[in-house]
């Protein structure tokens, strides 16, 4: 069974540009989230998704930052108009439907956005 | 509000030498869940253990052993023997009881750097 698997793992962009962050939840997992880790600090909840919905956002920031998770595809982080404080790793984890385990988080290996 | 302490920044031992990750936690919920995570230096997250809140007993997994204590609002992870491959950041977290549509949101301590030195 494939773990979560995000791509790319690293992603160099220049200020201004558009970064696309992309995350396949381990098969049979309904559940999404996006956390950040700025440099030397823990993780960061960003965004918690289901299919086709987004159920909690409220660690995004206003702008610039939106999220998705369609029906078919793996789940998608976009950042519009990158800054060099974007720079940071951007980790995916999914969890199963089921209530037993759903509390289990499993992490992907993350995505290092560097800014220029 | 939700909050996890791990005050230990950094840690170094030599092998074989116990080690103990020290944790503290604030909620307000009377269900929640706490975990640890290791981050290696290559730098995914590795799942090592949940823990429900209405379940103190102790665990142990080979080396690896947590200690939940409620009245100290406590869970501390010790690895018995360190070994040089257990060099990394852990990271505790808690999060609440996913009920009435709740989410499952993780609150991460800052993670305590273990350098185990040969």
């Known amino acids: 069974n494939a773990g979560v698997m995000q791509n790319p793992r690293h992603l160099v962009r220049r200020r201004g540009q558009e970064a696309r962050l992309r995350c396949s939840p381990m098969?049979?997992?309904?559940?999404v989230y996006w956390y950040r880790q700025l440099p030397e600090e823990g993780l960061k909840f960003m965004v918690y998704?289901?299919?086709?919905?987004?159920?909690?956002e409220s660690g995004m920031p206003k702008e610039r930052f939106s999220a998705e998770f369609p029906k078919e595809g793996p789940s998608i982080l976009r950042i519009q108009q990158v800054v060099r404080g974007d720079s940071a790793a951007y980790f995916c984890a999914s969890s199963p439907p089921s209530t037993e385990d759903q509390e289990t988080q499993y992490f992907g290996p993350g995505t290092r956005l560097l800014v220029l | 509000a939700q909050k996890v302490t791990q005050a230990q920044t950094e840690i170094s031992v030599v092998e074989k030498e116990d080690v103990t990750l020290d944790c503290v936690y604030e909620t307000r919920d009377t269900t929640y869940y706490l975990f640890w995570y290791k981050q290696p230096p290559s730098g995914e997250l590795v799942f090592l253990i949940r823990?429900?809140?209405?379940?103190?007993q102790n665990e142990i997994s080979g080396r690896y052993s947590w200690n939940f204590q409620k009245s100290t609002s406590s869970f501390n992870f010790t690895i018995t023997a360190s070994q040089v491959v257990d060099s990394a950041v852990y990271f505790c977290a808690l999060s609440e009881a996913n009920y009435g549509g709740a989410t499952n949101k993780l609150i991460f301590g800052t993670g305590t750097l273990l350098a185990v030195q040969p």
């Open positions: 098969k049979g997992h309904s559940h």
């Open positions: 823990r429900n809140s209405f379940d103190e």
């Open positions: 998704l289901q299919k086709e919905n987004i159920i909690d």
